[in-house]
């Protein structure tokens, strides 16, 4: 069984990441080198993000309206350079968190360990 962090690093955040860097290619315009660098990660992860090897099960986020609107504003801040780059830090921790506070970590942990169908602990322990 992974634990609910494990996830988030292996799958959530990719995700994330991946919708951003197809947001900013796509809708912005920018080289895959622009996003790198703006992103602080490198070009050959974002051709991978925009082919869709990394970071692919962004499903979660498209069907949720509030969770795709904090990526399309992420993406915007990063697109006009309006975001500093601890701030890019604490933004991804804010959707996370309302991963969480969704429920939807719980949804991605159970289809990976069935084991815990029943499991609430992280509603329960973890308010925000």
Same mark, same amino acid.
């Given at each position: 069984m992974k634990p609910p962090c494990e996830i988030i690093s292996q799958e959530i955040l990719p995700a994330v990441r991946a919708m951003i860097a197809v947001n900013l290619l796509k809708t912005y315009g920018l080289s895959q080198k622009e996003v790198a660098e703006r992103m602080g990660t490198t070009q050959p992860a974002v051709s991978q993000y925009k082919r869709e090897i990394r970071g692919y099960k962004t499903l979660f986020i498209r069907r949720n309206p509030e969770l795709l609107n904090m990526v399309q504003e992420l993406s915007k801040k990063l697109?006009?350079?309006?975001?500093?780059?601890?701030?890019?830090?604490? !933004?991804?921790? $804010?959707?996370?968190? !309302?991963?969480? $506070?969704?429920g939807l970590l719980c949804e991605i942990h159970k289809k990976n360990s069935p084991e815990l169908e029943n499991c609430d602990l992280c509603l329960r322990e973890f308010k925000f």
């Open positions: 697109a006009y350079k309006k975001i500093p780059v601890e701030e890019l830090t604490f !933004e991804f921790c $804010k959707i996370c968190i !309302e991963i969480r $506070k969704k």
